[in-house]
């Protein structure tokens, strides 16, 4: 059975939500940032298919969101990882991560000048699990992992918490560094849905500030409303605790 991980950018049905009905996109520089957002979000997902293709079954990208299958846990962690990173400081998203089944159907896409019409199925329990954890209910750019899918994730990283930070500049020449696996299941210390207990650690070994600086960097970009600050808050909270871990190994 295999791991499914579904991502979606934050922030943008409260957007769409709040203009008129008649409302002309052309002329909207707000939507200008939304068509970056989702150029970087798009671009992201190609790369880590790009870069992990061991084990990938199947990828899908609608509008704000996409899917990404893989049969292999690590393809997963490897994958899901490497979207975070790259997207935080570009555009809001979250991650959920699942496992179970999975299927597809028919697909076909029909333009006649007149209409378009786009038809893809695709169908499982590990699409329906990686969307529980996305929505699970917690707030920050994160990636939540449901119950079914913590157990594999675990394993690949043999019990490790956290990773410690590499100092790239102490690597003597031709030293190779150590092998990349992807994000580590850390807990969720209060959760609110009792299938997601659990998240993804996606720094790796990288060096934590450069992050703490992105999230600042992001809320210059896309400045939040008073009720979507909780997100950039718990970000930084999530993260103060992934470098405490860190400095307790």
Not at 51 to 80: H, N, P, T
Not at 142 to 164: C, M, N, T, W
Request: hydrophobic share 35%; proline share 4%.
């Amino acid at each position: 059975m295999p791991f499914a991980v579904f991502f979606d950018i934050l922030g943008t049905s409260n957007y769409f939500s709040s203009l008129p009905d008649e409302h002309d996109f052309s002329k909207d520089p707000e939507y200008l940032g939304y068509q970056y957002a989702r150029k970087k979000f798009h671009e992201t997902i190609t790369a880590a298919m790009d870069l992990y293709k061991e084990s990938l079954v199947f990828q899908a990208s609608f509008s704000d969101c996409a899917y990404l299958v893989y049969e292999q846990a690590e393809g997963i962690s490897k994958a899901s990882s490497m979207i975070m990173r790259w997207m935080l400081g570009n555009a809001p998203i979250r991650g959920g991560i699942g496992f179970g089944n999975f299927g597809l159907g028919e697909a076909f896409h029909k333009a006649d000048g007149r209409s378009i019409s786009s038809e893809s199925s695709f169908f499982g329990s590990s699409l329906v699990r990686a969307h529980t954890a996305e929505g699970c209910g917690l707030k920050g750019f994160r990636i939540f992992i449901h119950d079914s899918a913590v157990k594999e994730l675990r394993e690949i990283h043999q019990g490790i918490k956290i990773y410690p930070e590499i100092d790239y500049s102490k690597f003597e020449e031709g030293e190779t560094p150590p092998p990349d696996v992807g994000g580590t299941v850390i807990d969720i210390i209060n959760p609110v849905n009792q299938e997601v207990r659990h998240e993804l650690c996606f720094v790796g070994r990288d060096n934590l500030d450069q992050y703490f600086r992105k999230v600042s960097m992001m809320k210059k970009i896309f400045p939040p409303t008073e009720s979507a600050s909780i997100h950039y808050e718990e970000t930084l909270s999530v993260l103060s605790r992934f470098k405490e871990l860190r400095e307790s190994i």
